[in-house]
């Protein structure tokens, strides 16, 4: 059952093949004898998980099971859930069980699916390897030597190890689509706003968006139409209808005008990645689409000024860790400053201190006009070239990362670790959606190509996305790792 | 624009954040190579660009003013370090 | 040397939402420590603000109130800084684009002129908690109970010129925040606190002195004391030689004189930047009208009403519109009697006196508008003579005579207050009086024409008495002249 897309595990527990409470104790086993290799879970939350497919099983007894009835999933462990420990990866919150549900969790709960347990993840999202968790890293289930990709690499590495057939991810920098992309499986970031932030822990508040991550553009259509909707409980929710997703999937891609940006295919690109992608565009090609190079030229920007934007909020977003209602408190302070720096050197990891300091030094008088103020309206130009962009097609294309996953332990300086995410950050700037798409490989690790499109254009990329996937099986490879004799 | 060991020792202040001279000089190296790689801003002209703040063009909805949340103390208490008859307790505060 | 004082204040008014700025929690006073702080109020990891509707309705009330502009965008900053009773380590504030824009208020003063003062602008903020010192082994205990409690800081520009100014300025603000009713104006609770700063120059000169902000005075009287203090401890230092150091102080009321605040922080660095958890606050020109258009009548319109439509002197105008209860039970007096005069002097003299003996507020005074009204009806339609009226008014002050609007009426019966007008009822009093009194009539005869006047007084008080006070005085004295005259 742990190689079936969450459209087959819905149409087998529909048939009665199996039931929740089997599938669930099928793939806790699987996270007991094999994620000790991984280290993709911080929490499994087994016994919830059991009498949530219970109840799951119980309600399609009873008639009144929807689309999402008892498949099981995993939750980053950014987002709230109460009664369990949500660490966002960090010391300063592994004490803390979350009291409330993120308003997705509600959702998910609500659908009747079944939570087997928290992800791991760079600490506060900070991080595009995975290296980041107090935790621990997590390895990467094509080959243990190399990184998942961050910040949800848990979520990422768990489904292509077959742990779990989906998991919600997080994606401020490209947090969903890189690790998706370096372990082979479909990850989606909607647009700002499709998906409530409410309960999801903030790295920086207006790039941070939800999204899900699973085995095929068809799991992501089902997940996200579960997810989406207006919140009153986030002011930056958007009050606009959720289409049918799946229901667009199988338009036909005839006609579509497809711009690949230049700045996405240039130096640094490893050539296998764009072998690769390239390959995956002449299959496009094939279905019915029309190419043409389109130019973002503010590109290089994106990184720098996501730099400065992201600490800036990240750094006031963190200063609620202090030690006082929640979260580690350092022993015996001895005045109020003396609790708030021990807790806060303390609790917090490396790149989250590094961050804190950037923001904070940017924001601070005499540095505000050259820094944030910049940033803010360098992000403005970026977001007028993707729409620029989509006046004259209709998505673009191109790599989710440079290269492919890279070894743990390979990006020792964090400058270089933040341009691995040239072609995913200045996507979070603009507020776009963009998917990534396992699009082969570059030797034994997985190249993910990213589809990007309009404001609100999530119908349009999992069509483009799944039309893609009927035509390839990249998405359906397995890394030998999820074969128990491995 | 340069950043010094007092700039790292004033955001560490600031952001109250424990650091010993030996970790400000560890992030002032790393700050100092962030920083150069931002300032890759300044060479762009913005002049007369309004600042974006959020990627949306959308304004704020507001709320009705109902109470609708109700006493949950205890169970938010439940992961607070120190309490005491209801309060928060932190080391004395000298006003 | 002469030394001109310059005068700013910034006012912070606690709205009287029902629930908090940017959460469903209560914002009612008193309650359990912590009761009443959600998930939101506590800033609990991935928790979200969403702007009460009731709180910019308000504040722009009361922008339009002050004749402000009203900008169409407003946005919420974050002004971060570490605190023990400021949850998320950030207040959710207006820094660069405030809700109110500038405007002006009348303030009225002891000499019967009126002065503008301008204001700077007003924002919304969030309300801090509240730290507590009390039996917890020298810890501090933190309630948060008011964190997120919305809070209008209205800033004026250095107008004021003394510190009556500055007390009238602080009680016209209270007036239109009253008679909004956007806030309770409570500030022994602290709905409204009071950050003041002052400096000096010498008369004549322009640019302002190094100025002192004296945090926290939470009363009108501390304002004028505290201002008082602060300007000798400015002129005396300059005058000695020394400068005034930009600082904050304390007020100490205990011992009437401002300390500063030592503290060893360095000058603060806010680094204020839009909230990214809220989006601009757009108000378009519709709802400012609509506002606009069911604005109360507020203290200044009603000041001049009451002068120039219904004839009352401007001090008496004054008083009766300081307060929206004032102004509202006053007239409904005047409704019920019909007379405006009669109706203020009740309320300034009867009834005030009544309320300040025993400390209550006219909302919780136990003689109701509409029982007063009647009352001073039953002075005007001669059923009873003044004197009898402040008796009436004091027994239905007691609870004599029931809660029904014409109590007056019981009072009277019950206590046969009733005015004699019945001529022959009262010549026969005289009669009496004049028979019973043959020395004093005997003066009377024997004085000289023009200093019989006075000497009626006598032959009066002897009627009302044996009246017990009922007789109509006019009558009284009118039939007595006759009579006494008579026997010269």
């Known amino acids: ?486 | ?95 | 040397m002469q030394w001109e004082t310059v005068i700013g204040l910034e006012v912070h008014v606690q709205l009287a939402t029902r629930s908090k700025i940017f959460s469903g929690a209560s914002t009612a006073f008193g309650a359990e420590p912590n009761s009443q702080a959600c998930a939101v109020d506590l800033g609990l990891p991935g928790v979200l603000p969403v702007l009460n509707e009731s709180a910019v309705a308000m504040a722009v009330q009361f922008g339009l109130g002050v004749n402000a502009e009203i900008p169409e965008v407003s946005v919420f900053d974050r002004k971060n800084y570490f605190y023990a009773d400021l949850p998320k380590g950030y207040q959710t504030s207006q820094m660069y684009h405030p809700i109110v824009g500038p405007g002006e208020v009348e303030i009225s003063l002891e000499d019967g002129t009126t002065k503008r003062v301008r204001v700077h602008h007003a924002h919304l903020e969030e309300d801090a908690g509240k730290s507590l010192h009390e039996d917890l082994h020298g810890m501090t205990g933190i309630d948060l109970n008011r964190a997120g409690t919305p809070l209008l800081e209205i800033v004026s520009e250095p107008d004021m010129r003394s510190a009556k100014e500055a007390a009238a300025y602080l009680k016209a603000i209270h007036s239109i925040v009253t008679y909004l009713g956007i806030s309770d104006g409570n500030m022994a609770e602290g709905s409204m606190r009071c950050d003041v700063n002052v400096s000096v120059r010498p008369k004549g000169q322009d640019a302002f002195g190094t100025r002192a902000e004296i945090k926290n005075v939470n009363s009108f009287r501390f304002v004028e004391r505290a201002i008082e203090f602060e300007v000798e401890r400015q002129i005396e230092l300059i005058e000695d030689g020394g400068k005034v150091v930009q600082e904050t102080r304390l007020f100490d009321p205990e011992a009437d004189e401002t300390r500063s605040m030592r503290t060893k922080e360095e000058a603060n660095d806010y680094r204020y930047f839009p909230c990214p958890d809220l989006l601009p606050v757009v108000l378009d020109q519709a709802y400012v009208d609509h506002l606009r258009a069911n604005l109360p009548e507020l203290p200044a319109d009603k000041r001049s009403r009451f002068e120039h439509e219904l004839g009352l002197s401007a001090y008496d105008a004054g008083v009766l519109s300081a307060s929206r209860a004032m102004a509202e039970y006053f007239e409904r007096v005047k409704e019920v009697c019909g007379d405006a005069k009669q109706a203020a002097n009740w309320v300034q003299g009867e009834l005030s006196g009544a309320l300040n003996r025993e400390s209550l507020a006219i909302a919780d005074s136990p003689v109701s508008a509409e029982q007063l009204g009647l009352l001073i009806n039953r002075v005007l339609d001669d059923t009873i003579n003044g004197k009898a009226a402040k008796e009436v008014f004091q027994a239905m002050w007691q609870g004599e005579g029931g809660n029904a609007d014409n109590s007056a009426d019981t009072i009277i019966e019950a206590k046969g207050l009733k005015q004699v007008t019945d001529t022959g009822a009262i010549e026969a009093m005289i009669d009496q009086v004049i028979a019973d009194s043959p020395a004093q009539v005997a003066q009377y005869r024997d004085a000289e024409p023009e200093k019989r006047g006075k000497m009626i007084g006598y032959f009066v008080g002897q009627v009302m008495k044996a009246s017990r006070g009922t007789a109509n005085p006019q009558q009284v004295n009118g039939l007595l002249k006759e009579k006494l005259d008579a026997l010269c």
């Open chain 2, 1 to 95: 624009m340069a950043i010094e060991h007092a700039d790292v020792l004033r955001a560490a202040h600031l952001a109250r954040l424990g650091l010993d001279e030996g970790d400000a000089t560890h992030y002032l190296d790393d700050l100092g190579r962030i920083l150069e790689m931002v300032d890759q801003l300044q060479s762009l002209d913005t002049e007369g660009v309004t600042p974006m703040a959020h990627p949306l063009d959308a304004t704020q909805r507001l709320r009705a003013d109902e109470v609708t949340e109700s006493d949950q103390r205890d169970h938010f208490q439940q992961c607070a370090p120190a309490v005491e008859n209801g309060l928060y307790l932190v080391p004395r505060v000298v006003e």
């Open chain 1, 1 to 486: 059952m742990h190689d079936k897309t969450l459209t087959e595990l819905a149409a087998g527990l529909r048939a009665g093949e199996f039931s929740s409470r089997e599938l669930t104790q099928d793939l806790l086993g699987r996270i007991d004898r094999l994620d000790g290799r991984l280290n993709s879970f911080i929490s499994v939350t087994a016994e919830q998980a059991l009498s949530a497919a219970d109840r799951a099983d119980t309600a399609r007894a009873g008639g009144e099971a929807g689309p999402l009835n008892g498949l099981p999933l995993a939750l980053k462990d950014i987002f709230c859930t109460r009664g369990v420990k949500t660490s966002c990866g960090s010391r300063m919150l592994d004490n803390f069980v979350a009291p409330y549900d993120a308003s997705i969790v509600e959702k998910l709960t609500e659908a009747g699916t079944v939570s087997l347990g928290k992800t791991n993840m760079d600490e506060f999202a900070m991080g595009s390897s995975n290296e980041n968790s107090y935790y621990g890293p997590v390895k990467n289930p094509w080959d243990p030597s190399a990184v998942p990709g961050g910040s949800s690499g848990g979520s990422a590495a768990a489904v292509a190890a077959g742990l779990v057939p989906a998991a919600m991810g997080t994606d401020t920098g490209g947090s969903i689509r890189q690790p998706a992309a370096f372990c082979g499986i479909t990850g989606l970031k909607p647009t700002y706003g499709r998906v409530s932030r409410y309960g999801m822990i903030a790295y920086a508040s207006s790039l941070d968006q939800a999204g899900p991550m699973a085995r095929s553009a068809s799991d992501c259509a089902l997940l996200l139409g579960a997810m989406a909707g207006h919140d009153g409980r986030d002011s930056t929710s958007v009050a606009r209808g959720v289409p049918d997703y799946q229901s667009e999937l199988d338009a036909p891609l005839s006609g579509l005008k497809i711009g690949l940006p230049v700045e996405y295919f240039g130096d640094g690109l490893d050539p296998a990645v764009e072998t690769a992608v390239r390959e995956a565009i002449r299959v496009y090609e094939s279905l019915g689409a029309t190419v043409r190079e389109v130019s973002l030229p503010h590109t290089h920007y994106a990184i720098p000024a996501y730099y400065v934007i992201a600490p800036a909020e990240a750094s006031s977003n963190l200063s609620r860790f202090d030690g006082v209602r929640f979260g580690h408190r350092c022993e015996a302070p001895t005045d109020l400053v003396d609790l708030y720096k021990r807790s806060r050197a303390e609790g917090f990891g490396d790149e989250v201190k590094r961050r804190i300091l950037i923001g904070t030094h940017t924001l601070s008088e005499g540095f505000f006009d050259a820094y944030y103020k910049k940033a803010q309206q360098v992000r403005r130009l970026i977001r007028q070239d993707f729409l620029d962009a989509f006046d004259e097609v209709d998505v673009l294309m191109g790599p989710a990362s440079p290269t492919p996953a890279f070894d743990l332990g390979a990006n020792k300086d964090p400058v270089s670790m933040y341009l691995q995410d040239i072609y995913t950050i200045a996507v979070n700037l603009a507020g776009i959606p963009g998917i990534s798409v396992p699009a082969g490989f570059a030797g034994n690790r997985p190249v993910g190509l990213q589809v990007l499109g309009t404001h609100f254009a999530e119908a349009q990329l999992l069509n483009v996305a799944h039309q893609f996937q009927q035509a390839t099986d990249w998405h359906l490879r397995r890394p030998a790792f999820a074969e128990e004799s491995a």
